[in-house]
Nanobody, 123 residues
Framework: QVQLVESGGGLVQAGGSLRLSCAAS????????MGWFRQAPGKEREFVAT????????AYTDSVKGRFTISRDNAKSMVYLQMNSLEPADTAVYYC????????????????WGQGTQVTVSS
């Protein structure tokens, strides 16, 4: 089992920045690829970013490329999502998730999920 706890969400004005953190505990963190997903009110949960176990490979959904950066610190069992130039469309609950082996953009591929952290971007 892997337990994931997100933090760092909040209310920010458009153009501002936030850094989300996800603390992992349980099994060896470096065995897992990690992902960030988000779910806006009335919408399905969607992929945001993913990072390989080593941090050497990352991928992003098109709408956040150039604005968001995913990173990880295996020594601290942490994964981060730096979000810059935030837009009202980024408003959602953000979830981190873990899966074994390779990165993936598909929700169904992830085995473990956190409880989510709310990000609200005002215009």
């Amino acid at each position: 089992q892997v337990q994931l706890v997100e933090s760092g969400g909040g209310l920010v004005q458009a153009g501002g920045s936030l850094r989300l953190s996800c603390a992992a505990s349980g099994r060896t963190f470096s065995n897992y690829a990690m992902g960030w997903f988000r779910q806006a009110p009335g919408k399905e949960r969607e992929f945001v970013a993913t990072i390989s176990w080593s941090g050497g490979s990352t991928a992003y959904t098109d709408s956040v490329k150039g604005r968001f950066t995913i990173s990880r610190d295996n020594a601290k069992s942490m994964v981060y999502l730096q979000m810059n130039s935030l837009e009202p469309a980024d408003t959602a609950v953000y979830y981190c998730a873990a899966k074994t082996f390779t990165t993936s953009r598909a929700l169904r591929d992830y085995d473990y999920w956190g409880q989510g952290t709310q990000v609200t971007v005002s215009s």
